[in-house]
Each structure stands twice: as C-alpha cells, then as structure tokens.
C-alpha cells in the first residue's frame, strides 16, 4: 500500500473517536449499535487495527455520516442535493440538506384532512420549526389547537406533546427543521419507503 493510502487510513481512526465522543457514545454503546467489539472499536479508533470496508459500513451508519466521511474522501464538485422521497404515515417527505448530524431541513406534503384523522400527539427531545407554503396546516400543541396558511410559522419545543397535519381538504405543504431525536421521532428508518 502506498504512502497515499496509508495516510488516509491512519486519518480514520482519529474521526471515528471524535465522531463518537461528539455523540457522547461510549465504545460499549457503539459496539451495541455496530455489531463490533469494544475492543475492536478501540483498536480502530487508535490506528492499532486498519479498517476495512465491513467495519466502517456500519461505523458510517451509526454516526450518520457519509463513507467518504470517514475516509475523509475529497469532494466530488457536485453541491446539488438530489432529492429522494419517502412516504410515512401517508405524507410525503423530501430531504432538502445533505449533511450528517445536525438540523435537517425537509419539505413535507401533508395529506388533505380526513373526518376520522386521529390526533396522536407525541413528545421527544429536540426544538422544531416550519413554514407553511401551500394549504393549512393543524398543529396541536398541549392544550392549543391552531390552524396556519402560507407564509405563517411556528415553532416549538419538541418535549412539548405536539401533532401536526392538514386542516384542509387539500394538502399541505411545509419547510421543517429538526436535529436528530426530532428525525428519529419523525422519520424511523423502518419506515422509510422511497416514493413510486
């Protein structure tokens, strides 16, 4: 192996370190997560162990980040976002930013309000903010029950019990902000269905 590629390898461990402490995650935890031994995660993240592709699939995966990330791979000159869909619980979700960790920016496509919408309010760490583009939108907030149009905004804390949803017969559209617990909250990977 060439002087290149051994200096991206011994580049790795010190990321993965800082992206599990980042994450407060202890190597006990990480290893829960990735399949992999504490020992082992240890081994990587002090360069005593070289990576392979099999133990930084699921390192990637479990911090959040990009390959490339790990291996710190150069730029590929290409800023666009391309959008992948997903559907959840009937709305449509569409990713608008494109890096790990962090606030997320998403628009989302509420279906139009059915009579029999059930209002299941939930509650997680984490502050969210949206803005309405189109249509209405219902959020229930505690004990508050408000209706928002275009161009109206909101935002709260999300250990608040909240709901959100269209308040029309049409659907709505939002941007919407929330860091990690409120993408887990919102957009479990099982959950995850690319739109046909």
């Given at each position: 192996?060439?002087?290149?590629?051994?200096?991206?390898?011994?580049?790795?461990?010190?990321?993965?370190?800082?992206?599990?402490?980042?994450?407060?995650?202890?190597?006990?935890?990480?290893?829960?997560?990735?399949?992999?031994?504490?020992?082992?995660?240890?081994?990587?993240?002090?360069?005593?162990?070289?990576?392979?592709?099999?133990?930084?699939?699921?390192?990637?995966?479990?911090?959040?980040?990009?390959?490339?990330?790990?291996?710190?791979?150069?730029p590929t000159g290409d800023p666009r976002?391309?959008?992948?869909?997903?559907?959840?619980?009937?709305?449509?979700?569409?990713?608008?930013?494109?890096?790990?960790?962090?606030?997320?920016?998403?628009?989302?496509?509420?279906?139009?309000?059915?009579?029999?919408?059930?209002?299941?309010?939930?509650?997680?760490?984490?502050?969210?903010?949206?803005?309405?583009?189109?249509?209405?939108?219902?959020?229930?907030?505690?004990?508050?029950?408000?209706?928002?149009?275009?161009?109206?905004?909101?935002?709260?804390?999300?250990?608040?019990?909240?709901?959100?949803?269209?308040?029309?017969?049409?659907?709505?559209?939002?941007?919407?902000?929330?860091?990690?617990?409120?993408?887990?909250?919102?957009?479990?990977?099982?959950s995850r269905r690319p739109v046909p």
């Amino acid at each position: 192996m060439g002087g290149a590629e051994d200096d991206v390898l011994a580049g790795v461990g010190p990321r993965l370190r800082a992206l599990r402490r980042s994450r407060n995650a202890t190597l006990a935890g990480l290893a829960a997560e990735t399949g992999l031994t504490a020992s082992t995660l240890s081994r990587l993240e002090t360069g005593k162990l070289r990576p392979t592709l099999e133990q930084l699939l699921p390192l990637a995966r479990a911090h959040g980040v990009p390959l490339d990330d790990l291996v710190a791979a150069p730029p590929t000159g290409d800023p666009r976002i391309h959008l992948r869909p997903v559907r959840r619980s009937g709305m449509t979700v569409i990713p608008l930013t494109n890096r790990p960790g962090g606030v997320q920016t998403y628009k989302v496509i509420y279906p139009p309000a059915s009579r029999s919408r059930t209002v299941k309010l939930q509650t997680h760490d984490g502050h969210e903010w949206f803005y309405v583009l189109n249509g209405h939108v219902r959020l229930v907030l505690g004990t508050q029950d408000l209706r928002l149009g275009p161009g109206e905004a909101a935002e709260f804390d999300t250990r608040t019990p909240h709901w959100i949803g269209s308040a029309g017969p049409h659907p709505a559209e939002l941007l919407t902000m929330f860091g990690p617990h409120g993408e887990r909250a919102h957009l479990t990977p099982r959950s995850r269905r690319p739109v046909p």
